[in-house]
């Protein structure tokens, strides 16, 4: 089992930035494909960006340019880091976890919630115009 534990939401201006982070236990996430989603109220959770093992990545094309994810092996976290953030990136966010294979797999199987296997709590984030 793997425990992910998001943090780093909050509020923020429009243009700003924030960094989110996944902090796992229970395992290490060094053979996982971590992914992160986000969901605004009334709406489907939506794909944001993955990392495999190796840290090749994917994102939205709605965040594309603005968004990073990276992953920190050493300390089992994985972050997302948010610029120029818009009114529209209001959601909470939430981070998965899946066998690596997952970050190789077809577009709509990675970009997938019904995928990961594990999920955190989320964070919420707040962008105000």
């Known amino acids: 089992q793997v425990q992910l534990v998001e943090s780093g939401g909050g509020l923020v201006q429009a243009g700003g930035s924030l960094t989110l982070s996944c902090a796992a236990s229970?395992?290490?996430?060094?053979?996982?494909?971590m992914g992160w989603f986000r969901q605004a109220p009334g709406k489907e959770r939506e794909f944001v960006a993955t990392?495999?093992?190796?840290?090749?990545?994917s994102y939205a094309d709605s965040v594309k340019g603005r968004f990073t994810i990276v992953r920190d092996n050493a300390k089992n976290t994985v972050y997302l880091l948010m610029n120029s953030l818009k009114p529209e990136d209001t959601a909470g966010y939430y981070c998965?976890?899946?066998?690596?294979?997952?970050?190789?797999?077809?577009?709509?199987?990675?970009?997938?919630?019904?995928?990961?296997?594990?999920w955190g709590h989320g964070t919420q984030v707040t962008v105000s115009s």
């Open positions: 998965a976890a899946d066998p690596d294979t997952t970050c190789y797999s077809p577009r709509a199987v990675y970009a997938s919630p019904m995928t990961y296997d594990y």
């Open positions: 229970g395992r290490t996430i060094s053979s996982y494909c």
């Open positions: 990392i495999s093992r190796s840290g090749r990545t």
